[in-house]
């Protein structure tokens, strides 16, 4: 159920949640909760672009409902290190530069180091599991999730309104290579105190059984690196501080020298290994420039770009195009990463350019070389029985991954119409054990494009797809605006179509009989005069070459 209607005021004593982003979608987290006139956020994070979105660098949460309320703002809590939970801070910091930041250790280090780029130090304050924190209205206790990344929290809150369990993103790996398991008996305690809205990570609720360990990878890595012949580069998060561990290991029982290169896999690697959450074996870990020196055999480059980032390491690497690093016969390339919805065709791109240049390639379809780092049915299943919530809020995914989350959560006893799946922007108040849905913020994309923030929308992303896709007409023709004559023109220029200039030859007769008429009527502008020319060559192109380009016409009044 969605309503067009704002929310009404909010009442004293209740909770109100709104989500901003990650209802829908694999990224852009954040949610805003608020009681008795004070805010708190958990998260904001990134969404990364598409390739029906063209030009865009990243996808912000829409923060004009906090515009006017920033200083309402008590604290910003960050469940972890992830960009999609992170990468949209520098971004609302820009509007308010001391919101506290509140977190683990890592994920602190990794926004504090994001934040110096963009010139911004922030307030911080670092927690763990069991620390217990009052964020204006909100007592929030921290626990210890399992995910792909070190130091993940999930939390609980409570204020006059009611409790919310927030799981952030998680799984329940039992043999976690950091010996750091989620905290079940703090869920069952938070159970046992009273859950009155649940909020739980949707990610792979549509996936049977449950996630294998994380411990796992390392066996089908030793076994790659036992077989390999030449030059090993392993792709993956930099922000997988577990699975970069396991190549170390792997590189280190063989014999090889790592090298991380990307810009993110160093800085993301260096916060890891000055704080303990990686362990460099000794030896091991090279520069890129001493590579030159150590033969092929005994190499391993541990890179970024898994996802086929265009400007990333490995793309650069499979277009032959990197300075220091290249692939060919004998080498082998492992993708140890998911993949990430909607960005099938970059990977596969990126997998077939590197098999034609000779390298071997392994990758989840081919191999145990990932792990997820989101529960699956098994572990939800146990985190609602054990939790027992009243209400039920998915979270963190697209719409198919909520549906199925939320019937997760009915099949453990959850009424239906307690289960709240919501839009971003959707609008829950939560109150003595009942959660409703009342009203609706507006809740758009924000695109960040080079420097622009939120100046493209979506008329300017079909402009892009249309010169992609359509190709560009340019026509040009100078007037004399007294005497209502044509003093040049029309010439037409095309940009991007199979066609040259010269098939334009048969429609400028009607193209400048068109102008000509329009120059008839006194009272025309130079912008009618531009439509009259565009319609007769929008028909045109129509009709005779099927294509719908981008047409920009152009009149001049001497």
């Keep these: 159920m969605v309503t067009e209607d704002l929310p009404p005021q909010l009442a004293k004593d209740t909770i109100r949640i709104i989500p901003l982003g990650g209802l829908g979608d694999i990224g ?29 660098d990243l996808i912000l949460p829409d923060f004009s409902y906090l515009e006017d ?30 919101i506290p930041l509140v977190g683990s250790e890592f994920t602190i280090a990794l926004v504090e180091e994001k934040l110096a780029e963009h010139g911004i130090k922030p307030y911080t304050l670092v927690v763990a599991e069991g620390d217990v924190e009052q964020l204006g209205k909100f007592s929030c206790e921290f626990i210890a999730v399992n995910h792909s990344i ?27 290579l950091d010996g750091r398991i989620t905290d079940l008996r703090a869920f069952a305690r938070a159970g046992e105190s009273g859950v009155d809205l649940f909020m739980v990570d949707s990610t792979n609720a549509e996936v049977p059984g449950f996630v294998a360990s994380e411990g796992t990878i390392g066996p089908v890595l030793e076994g790659i690196f036992a077989g390999a012949k030449g030059q090993i580069v392993v792709a993956s998060f930099s922000s997988h501080v577990h699975r970069v561990q396991q190549v170390l290991d792997a590189a280190a029982k063989y014999g090889r020298k790592v090298c991380f290169v990307g810009r993110s896999m160093v800085r993301n690697m260096k916060i890891a290994s000055d704080l303990g959450y990686l362990e460099i074996p000794a030896g091991t870990l090279i520069e890129l420039g001493e590579m030159e020196n150590i033969p092929p055999q005994q190499r391993v480059y541990m890179s970024t770009g898994s996802q086929g980032e265009p400007r990333a390491v490995l793309s650069r690497i499979a277009a032959s195009a990197h300075k220091k690093i290249k692939v060919g016969p004998g080498d082998t390339v492992i993708f140890a990463s998911s993949l990430i919805p909607g960005n099938e065709n970059s990977v596969f791109r990126l997998i077939n350019g590197l098999m034609k240049l000779g390298a071997k390639v392994v990758h989840q379809g081919n191999a145990a070389v990932h792990v997820s780092g989101h529960s699956a049915q098994g572990e939800l299943l146990y985190a609602y029985n054990i939790v027992e919530p009243l209400n039920v809020m998915p979270i963190h995914g697209e719409v198919r991954h909520l549906v199925a989350n939320g019937s997760l959560a009915v099949r453990t006893g959850v009424p239906t119409e307690n289960v709240m799946l919501c839009a971003d922007g959707d609008v829950v108040d939560l109150h003595g054990g009942e959660a409703h849905l009342v009203g609706r913020v507006p809740c758009g994309y924000v695109f960040v494009d080079g420097g622009s923030v939120g100046e493209i929308g979506e008329a300017e992303l079909r402009d892009r797809r249309t010169l992609g896709q359509e190709g560009f007409i340019a026509i040009f023709a100078v ?43 006194e009272t025309a502008d130079s912008y009618r005069m531009q439509q009259a020319m565009r319609r007769v060559i929008g028909s045109w192109a129509a009709k005779t070459l099927q294509r719908a380009p981008m047409i920009i016409p152009t009149v001049i009044e001497a």
């Design 28 to 56: 852009r987290n954040m949610t805003v909760f608020e009681c008795n006139g004070r805010l708190l956020i958990v998260d904001c994070g990134v969404l990364f672009p598409e390739e029906h979105q063209p030009g865009v």
């Design 479 to 521: 007037v004399d605006a007294k005497n209502r004559t044509i003093i040049t023109g029309p010439h037409i220029q095309a940009r991007g179509m199979a066609e040259d200039d010269t098939v334009f030859a048969e429609i400028l007769p009607a193209v400048r009989e068109a102008l000509a008429d329009a120059l008839c009527n």
């Design 69 to 98: 309320r920033l200083d309402d703002i008590d604290a910003m809590v960050l469940t972890h290190g992830h960009e999609d939970h992170i990468g949209g801070v520098p971004y609302l910091l820009r509007l308010r530069p001391d």
């Design 150 to 176: 070190p130091d993940a929290l999930a939390v609980f809150m409570r204020a006059p309104g009611g409790s919310i369990l927030i799981t952030g993103d998680f799984k329940m790996d039992q043999l976690p």
